[in-house]
C-alpha cells in the first residue's frame, strides 16, 4: 500500500497565530489529496479536496480563506490554518487516493495525523 | 443527498461476534470502505466491497447489498484489541472520488 506522513504529529500554538501542516505520499505520485479534520469522539469530516495544480475544492462550510491548501507537487500538499483559534483545535488527518494495479481499488491512504492544540 | 448511519457504541465480550452495521444514501456511489481507528490515530484499512457480497479477510468479513444500501462488518473471535472505533465509508464518484464517512461506531469488548 500507499505511504503517506504528515508533519508535524502535534502542534501547540498560541491564538492568533498561522500554522502549517505537511501531507507527504512517500513512494507514489498523488494527483489528489484529502483533507479531515476530526474532533473528540467524532468521525472524519471532510474539509477539502487538493489537486496537483489547480485549486483545492472546499467541503460547504468550510472557510477557503482560513484554511490555505497548496498542492503544488506530486507528493506533497500543505494545509495552513490561518489565525488560529481555540475552536481549530483539532485532530488534522491528510489521505491519498491511490488506485491499485487493477484501477478499481481506489482505497485511500490516511497520514498518522497532526494534533493541533490552539491556546 | 449524502448520509451514512451506524450505531455509536456497542459493546462485545472477549471471543465473541458482533455485526456492526451501515446504511448508506451516497449519489455516485462506487464502493463502500470500513476502517478501524484507535483513538488518537489515524484509521487503517479494513475492507472493501464494491459488489453485492460478502468478502472474508481472516477475522474480518464485509458484506454488502447496493439494492438496500446496505453494509455490516462482522468480527469474530473478538480481542481485546479489537476496542477501537469503526469506520463506515461510502466513495462517491462524484468529485474525485470522495470519502464520505459515518459517524463511526465505538467498540468496547470486555474480558
Known amino acids: 500500500g500507499a505511504v503517506v506522513s504528515q508533519h508535524p504529529s502535534w502542534v501547540i500554538c498560541k491564538s492568533g497565530t498561522s500554522v502549517k501542516i505537511e501531507c507527504r505520499s512517500l513512494?507514489?505520485?498523488?494527483?489528489?489529496m484529502f483533507w479531515y479534520r476530526q474532533f473528540p469522539k467524532q468521525s472524519l469530516m471532510l474539509m477539502a479536496t487538493?489537486?496537483?495544480?489547480?485549486?483545492?475544492?472546499?467541503e460547504q462550510g468550510v472557510e477557503k480563506d482560513k484554511f490555505l491548501i497548496n498542492h503544488a507537487s506530486l507528493t506533497l500538499s500543505t494545509l495552513t490554518v490561518t489565525s488560529a483559534h481555540p475552536e481549530d483545535s483539532s485532530f488534522y488527518i491528510c489521505?491519498?487516493?491511490?488506485?491499485?494495479?487493477?484501477?478499481?481499488?481506489?482505497?485511500?491512504?490516511f497520514g498518522p495525523g497532526t494534533r493541533l492544540t490552539v491556546l | 443527498g449524502q448520509n451514512i448511519d451506524q450505531p455509536t457504541e456497542m459493546t462485545a465480550t472477549e471471543g465473541a461476534i458482533v455485526q456492526i452495521n451501515c446504511t448508506y444514501q451516497?449519489?455516485?456511489?462506487?464502493?463502500l470502505f470500513w476502517y478501524q481507528q484507535h483513538a488518537g490515530e489515524a484509521p487503517t484499512f479494513l475492507s472493501y466491497?464494491?459488489?453485492?457480497g460478502l468478502e472474508e479477510k481472516g477475522r474480518f468479513s464485509s458484506f454488502l447489498s447496493r439494492s438496500k444500501g446496505y453494509s455490516y462488518l462482522l468480527l469474530k473471535e473478538l480481542q481485546m484489541k479489537d476496542s477501537a472505533s469503526y469506520l463506515c465509508?461510502?466513495?462517491?464518484?462524484?468529485?474525485?472520488?470522495?470519502?464520505?464517512f459515518g459517524s463511526g461506531t465505538r467498540l468496547l469488548v470486555r474480558p
Open positions: 489521505s491519498t487516493r491511490y488506485w491499485g494495479e487493477t484501477g478499481v481499488n481506489n482505497e485511500q491512504f
Open positions: 513512494d507514489f505520485q498523488a494527483t489528489t
Open positions: 487538493s489537486n496537483e495544480g489547480s485549486k483545492a475544492t472546499y
Open positions: 451516497t449519489s455516485g456511489f462506487n464502493g
Open positions: 466491497n464494491v459488489l453485492d
Open positions: 465509508a461510502a466513495s462517491s464518484m462524484d468529485s474525485s472520488y470522495k470519502l464520505i
